[in-house]
């Protein structure tokens, strides 16, 4: 099955808020985590990486954290635009070829 | 735009036909990624190919192949096609094909209908 996984599918925002996506992985031997937005219609498109030596990094309006005691890692976007509206998928790595997507979160911004 | 070209964008076919997917990566990059994306599965890899050869497989149907050819596109192939198989199809590629940390950059995809 999964090793990784979300958990909330959907999330409902006021525009100009902080949103926050959550993932909690299982592999604890994962080592390398993306983040991905999927419009519809269009495929997954690549936010901001991390690899397990880290525990935070940022990107333009968007911080990954990772937690690896407790498996967490959590996508955060400030001043959430209507643009944001899409699927967000976390996505994990451990030392394979193939990337193991979560199920995903649909983030819905109300203007 | 991930400079990552998949034709045709929607396909319609018959159960137990046979269709072929295409995919162009970026420039560049030697690897190419197959998966699909069903409403109850998520995405799911299927197959990746490194500078012509295979590299991994996962949940990919022996009615299913790929092939990576010398100037680096790609092409999924399906086969016996039954309903179940209707999905979206997203390659995705990156420049290394090893073990190494690196980003993968999807396609628009292919929706495929079986009927």
């Known amino acids: 099955g999964e090793s990784v996984g979300l958990h909330l599918p959907t999330l409902s925002v006021q525009e100009g808020d902080n949103s926050i996506i959550n993932c909690a992985y299982s592999n604890s031997a994962s080592d390398y985590f993306i983040w991905y937005k999927q419009e519809s219609g269009k495929g997954p498109q690549f936010i901001i990486d991390?690899?397990?030596?880290?525990d935070k990094r940022q990107g333009q309006r968007v911080t990954v954290l990772l937690n690896k005691t407790v498996k967490h890692l959590s996508l955060q976007i400030a001043a959430t635009q209507p643009g944001d509206s899409a699927v967000y998928f976390c996505?994990?790595?451990?030392?394979?070829?193939?990337?193991?997507f979560g199920a995903g979160t649909t983030v819905t911004v109300r203007a | 735009d991930s400079g990552v070209t998949q034709t045709p964008k929607h396909l319609i076919t018959a159960t137990g036909q046979r269709v072929t997917l295409r995919c162009s990566p970026r420039s560049g990059d030697l690897s190419v990624y197959w998966y699909q994306q069903s409403l109850d599965q998520g995405l799911q890899f299927l197959i990746q190919y490194y500078n012509g050869e295979e590299r991994a497989k996962g949940n990919i149907l022996e009615r299913f192949s790929a092939q990576q050819f010398p100037d680096l596109h790609s092409e999924l192939n399906l086969s016996s096609l039954e309903l179940g198989d209707s999905a979206l199809y997203f390659c995705?590629?990156?420049?290394?094909?090893?073990?190494?940390?690196?980003?993968?950059?999807f396609g628009a995809g292919t929706r495929l209908s079986v009927l």
């Open positions: 996505a994990e790595n451990h030392n394979d070829y193939k990337l193991s």
């Open positions: 995705a590629s990156s420049p290394q094909g090893g073990l190494a940390k690196n980003i993968q950059y």
């Open positions: 991390i690899r397990s030596n880290m």
